[in-house]
């Protein structure tokens, strides 16, 4: 039985991108959790062709190439004729994605393999090996969970790749869908109702539509294109079609859920609402725990993103100063964890002695 290591989205970009070229990265995970999303984002980080090579749909051939009939009648050499994507990945940088690797047919798998371990494929009339170029990237991505019927991959073959199972949270999901233009009533519904992220299919009856990331990125799309984004309906019945659309991308709970949260839907505060000090202590009185949550959560993305004036961050601290201290706490910890000193450090002249005597409360309450 293979063993997972948990690896945040936050840190396979860190690490991936910044390994050596020769370097191969191997991804495991259930569909639909980015695997390709995040194997692009190294090609965008280095500026070069991202080549998507999905293993499932090959034969052997397809990999390994074809004998080139012609070139064997003047040489009298074997040589073979090798697919569009090796030859690119050979004469110019990219990052080559082996998808599905582990559902591939054996001879698809040990031409991948020969990839990853030798970095070459085929020969030329002298029998010297095609090369990949040296600034080629090799990822590959395994589906792994018990709803996959999938070859388990040798250890010894294991131990050539830097190994992550890719488990995204809610927060790394948030932030991606924050970066792609995802609907902001979509990216408040998966905040407060994060078990509609993803539903594991093996805990299911076979055949039941499940959400996963992927499905709910290809929901958002759908209903740009129709004229149906969530944020223009918002606090009103949905559109017709928009369930039907949502039952066999999302599966029906998920659907059901959204569009009641559609219907039902609250003006949600935004962070340039509390940076404008649109927000009394009435409302945050008033206003469920979930969304507040939600609302530090954009604090923070915000304060990552954009330099504070003072009177910005007196009414970010105003608001903060108005929750209870555990909550406090937390937009603390957003507004730190963004990184940028100047909104920090103004934020702790007006908030710090705050922040300090709520954890020192809550230290004496642990007693």
């Known amino acids: 039985m293979s063993v997972k290591t948990p690896i945040t989205i936050a840190t396979f970009k860190k ?34 062709p991202f080549v998507d090579v999905r293993g499932s749909t090959m034969s052997e051939g397809d990999v390994g190439g074809y004998p080139d009939i012609e070139s064997m009648k003047e040489t009298g050499v074997m040589t073979f004729c090798m697919p569009s994507w090796f030859v690119r990945a050979c004469n110019e940088p990219v990052v080559l994605m ?52 999938v070859n388990e991959m040798d250890p010894a073959l294991l131990r050539r790749f830097w190994v992550c199972d890719i488990e995204p949270s809610t927060e790394d999901w948030v932030t991606w869908a924050r970066d792609n233009d995802i609907d902001s009533v979509i990216i408040d519904f998966i905040n407060q109702n994060p078990a509609h992220l993803r539903v594991d299919p093996s805990t299911v009856e076979p055949g039941t539509v499940c959400p ?57 505060v935004s962070a340039e609402d509390v940076l404008a000090g649109k927000v009394s202590k009435a409302d945050i009185k008033s206003l469920p725990n979930s969304t507040l949550n939600g609302v530090t959560d954009k604090l923070g993305h915000h304060c990552k993103e954009n330099d504070w004036t003072q009177k910005q961050c007196k009414n ?49 309450l642990d007693r």
């Open 98 to 149: 082996l998808d599905e690797l582990n559902r591939s047919l054996p001879g698809v798998q040990q031409s991948f393999f020969q990839l990853v371990l030798d970095r070459e494929l085929g020969n030329d009339k002298n029998g010297v090996p095609y090369r990949l170029h040296p600034e080629t990237r090799v990822l590959a991505a395994v589906n792994f969970g018990s709803e996959y019927d």
């Open 15 to 48: 690490v991936a991108p910044n390994l050596p070229p020769h370097m191969a990265v191997l991804m495991r995970g259930p569909t639909g959790v980015g695997k390709s999303h995040l194997a692009k984002q190294v090609a965008d980080h280095h500026k070069i």
């Open 316 to 364: 970010a601290a105003d608001f903060a100063k108005a929750l209870p201290g555990e909550m406090m706490v937390q937009v603390w910890n957003a507004i730190t964890q963004s990184t940028n000193i100047k909104n920090i450090q103004k934020m702790h002249k007006l908030m710090g002695s705050d922040v300090v005597k709520a954890v020192q409360a809550s230290r004496n």
């Open 212 to 268: 996963n990331p992927a499905s709910w990125h290809r929901a958002n799309d759908c209903l740009m294109h129709m004229d149906m984004a969530p944020s223009s309906v918002a606090g009103s019945e949905g559109p017709e079609g928009m369930y039907a659309l949502l039952l066999g991308l999302v599966g029906t709970e998920a659907a059901i859920a959204f569009c009641s949260f559609v219907k039902e839907y609250e003006r949600q």
